[in-house]
């Protein structure tokens, strides 16, 4: 991807950070997030202790979730106000582009979501 093309990525979830999360918890989407999340949890089967890392974290949505469950999440996304977002509820996050992360831990789990 080139780099024009990450930025308006990166843009576009700028813009919408303030209240993506809700979006993303009302209504059809939100019935279909909540379905979603509840298959993600049977595949993860997150425990406690478990370190898992969310790539692509947007909100947080998936990674509030994940800490519900005793997990340790690092949330890594794109976008710094999806960052801050996710960062507001209580987890670690970074800003990366996935396509130049590397990994510095290991991890017990790895979602990309």
């Not at 093309?5 to 843009?11: G, L």
């Not at 049977?42 to 370190?51: C, E, V």
């Not at 507001?88 to 990366?96: K, T």
């Amino acid at each position: 991807m080139c780099t024009r093309e990450k930025m308006s990525i990166k843009n576009f979830y700028d813009k919408q950070a303030n209240n993506y999360h809700e979006k993303l918890s009302k209504g059809f989407l939100g019935k279909l997030k909540e379905a979603e999340q509840k298959i993600l949890l049977r595949m993860l089967n997150p425990k406690n202790g478990d370190t898992i890392l969310d790539l692509g974290c947007g909100s947080g949505y998936n990674s509030v979730k994940l800490k519900e469950y005793g997990a340790d999440v690092l949330g890594i996304d794109i976008s710094p106000e999806m960052v801050k977002q996710t960062k507001s509820r209580g987890i670690a996050a970074q800003v990366a582009d996935l396509q130049d992360y590397h990994l510095s831990s290991k991890y017990d789990k790895i979602l990309c979501a």
